[in-house]
């Protein structure tokens, strides 16, 4: 694979092999025989993986915990170094992996901000002219100058974001780090990670949220035992992804979990978020969280009402089924549908969906709700198992659902 002008990133045949030790004790057994015995054990975290980047793509990399992901990401950043292959960059990276795993606990907050930018290879003057605008956007102005073994996790998390994000970088590796801090934070950082895709820099972006790959990215990359599964358009990847999970990951009936306090108290929304207050269903009218339907015949209603920061632009909803085996079988968002929603000066709204002539088959499917930004990209609240519906049906139709189909008799 060649390194073309326009590529920034390369991976070529990359493979990484820990050495696993039984005891502390075989390690300085295995430096004494210098090799004519071996007292470990070898892990390979990734085999033979290959791929390149191009200035201003975004890749997901998706997979099971222990597929190589993380490897993938440190192999790519430098923090580790290649058994085999090659890992060939070109730009300035700034990575979200471990958030302020680079502080030194016993340095100021200021004094960290310095350090990392000395070691992403900014001289004191460019963090200088950057220095406010990181502690603004971090909001820990009032600790800056104390040690940071002092801040709150959600301090130490806000000042590390706003350093990786403020240095102008080539390439961003993300690692499930698009919310972080609370809900004025957690837009603000998916706003600014979405200013720099938007103006062109290579993201490689590692998460268990297939809807934020797909929704973010243009390629999708399937890491599976450290070996590429797959490696193609997003959407195509995610879905066979996804099959894959339904089939070997079957959820029970019902699950440990309370629903009846699924739902979250109607309370205002805070500065810079949005939260649900309030979801009802209703099947023909009657309202419940276990509800009866008929297949082709009953119509659900399900009406959300939310609370949002009046500063910010209106949010969108979605809602989703879920089959009580654990298959995604639908979804419908009013972005995605291009409807508008509209609330009030105070930030207050509702809404309501309506699926007349049901066409889900007999069975059990729970219904979610999602709060999204204006762009279907930020979660701003959910409650994934709010009501289950019980549908019966009339005649021997198998699957999921019926599809919108004519016959026609042919001479």
Known sequence: MSFEAHTVVNIEAVSKCHLMYAQPADRLKQMLWRGRRRFYTEFWALREVSFSLRRGEVLGVIGRNGAGKSTLLQLLCGTMQPTAGRVHVQGRIA????????????????????????????????????????????GVRAFIDQPVKTYSSGMYVRLAFSVATSVNPDILVIDEALSVGDGDFARRSFDRIMALKESGVTILFCSHSLYYVEALCSRALWLEQGRVRMLDNAAVVIAAYQAE??????????????????????????????????????????VGRELDAMSGESEVTIRVRFASDPALPCPSLAVTVAHSGGAMVSSAGSVNDAVPLSRAA?????????????????GDYWLGVYLFCERGLHVYDFVDRFALLKIKQRGLAQGLVVLPHVWEPLA
């Open 95 to 138: 990575a979200l992996l471990e958030l302020g795993a680079g502080f030194n606990p016993e340095f100021s907050g200021r004094e960290n901000v310095y350090l990392a930018g000395a070691i992403l290879g900014l001289s004191r003057a460019e963090m200088a002219e950057r220095f406010e605008a990181i502690v603004d956007f971090s």
């Open 346 to 362: 105070d930030g207050r709204g509702a809404a309501q969906i309506r699926f007349p002539a049901l066409s889900l088959l007999k």
């Open 245 to 286: 999970l339904d089939g070997v990951a079957l959820q029970e009936l019902r699950a440990a979990e309370d629903v009846a306090q699924a739902a979250p108290p109607a309370t205002a929304s805070g500065s810079g978020s949005a939260r649900i207050v309030g979801i009802e269903v209703s099947v023909d009218g009657v």
